[in-house]
């Protein structure tokens, strides 16, 4: 299907800490990622250099043979890449409906015209399971419906590439498994390549095509999940011997 996203060799420090390490990887365009490993282990720093809001300090972020290693965040998500936050980061006090409508707006699909906007934020609310909430305030969700929400404004921008950052922390396994079902969707129906870091192993080993590791910046293993829920290397950095997958 051919790469979507290559991260060449990417590091950066913060001072004398080292968060990324020449790490390297790649998308295939319509590929279910998983990104793990113990936390302080980069996950969220590569998320932020990919999405523009920390430059590396080497190596090139690649996105559909465009390098977009030094671009600003706004340049970024016009071009194709949405990301999600590990804490929601809702605009709380408008509604469901103007949150998503904004994403609509800077995406890129640029819906300038207000009900442009939102004729599009209701078609993205509705494919994320949150019609009827339209005029909600953001404030007033439970936090299965303000993941859902992150995940909508993403989607709202129209993205190639999808980075999910623990959009199932803090969930019941019931809301678990409905966030499954609708990252799934998101690549089967919209056709989105998605990068996600996650905490919760058995979703991770449920969605993903196949799995990166990261540990101390650098990248420690990629495989299929049977493949890290084997690595030694993984299982001691990370994982622990209850997911060994018989």
Same mark, same amino acid.
């Given at each position: ?24 990887? /790649? ?115 439970? %936090? ?8 909508? #404004? ?26 499954? /079902? ?31 590791? %990261? ?16 690595? #030694? ?7 622990? /011997? /209850?997911?060994?997958?018989?």
């Amino acid at each position: 299907m051919g790469l979507i996203l290559r991260i060449e060799d990417v590091s950066k420090s913060f001072g004398s800490l080292k968060a990324l390490d020449s790490v390297t990887m /790649e998308l295939e365009k319509g590929a279910i990622v998983g990104l793990i490993g113990p936390n302080g282990s980069g996950k969220t720093t590569l998320f932020n250099v990919i999405a523009g809001v920390f430059h590396a300090d080497s190596g090139r972020v690649i996105l559909a043979g465009q390098d977009i290693t030094h671009d600003s965040p706004d340049k970024i998500v016009k071009k194709g890449v949405a990301r999600t936050f590990q804490i929601p980061k809702p605009f709380a006090s408008l509604s469901v409906l103007q949150n998503v409508a904004i994403g609509a707006t800077y995406g890129r699909g640029a819906y300038g015209d207000r009900l442009r906007a939102e004729s599009k934020a209701r078609e993205v609310l509705s494919f994320a399971g949150l019609s009827g909430r339209e005029e909600t305030q953001a404030n007033d969700l439970t %936090l299965a419906e303000l993941r859902r929400l992150e995940m909508a #404004r993403a989607l709202a921008t129209e993205p190639s590439v999808l980075l999910l950052d623990e959009v199932m922390a803090g969930l019941n396994p019931s809301e678990v498994g409905k966030a499954i /079902e609708l990252i799934q969707k998101t690549r089967s129906e919209l056709g989105i390549t998605i990068l996600v870091v996650e905490h919760v192993m058995q979703a991770i080993m449920t969605l993903s095509d196949s799995v990166i590791v %990261l540990n101390y910046g650098r990248r420690i293993a990629q495989g299929t999940p049977s493949e890290i829920a084997h690595n #030694r290397s993984v299982i001691e950095a990370y994982l622990g /011997e /209850e997911y060994v997958v018989s």
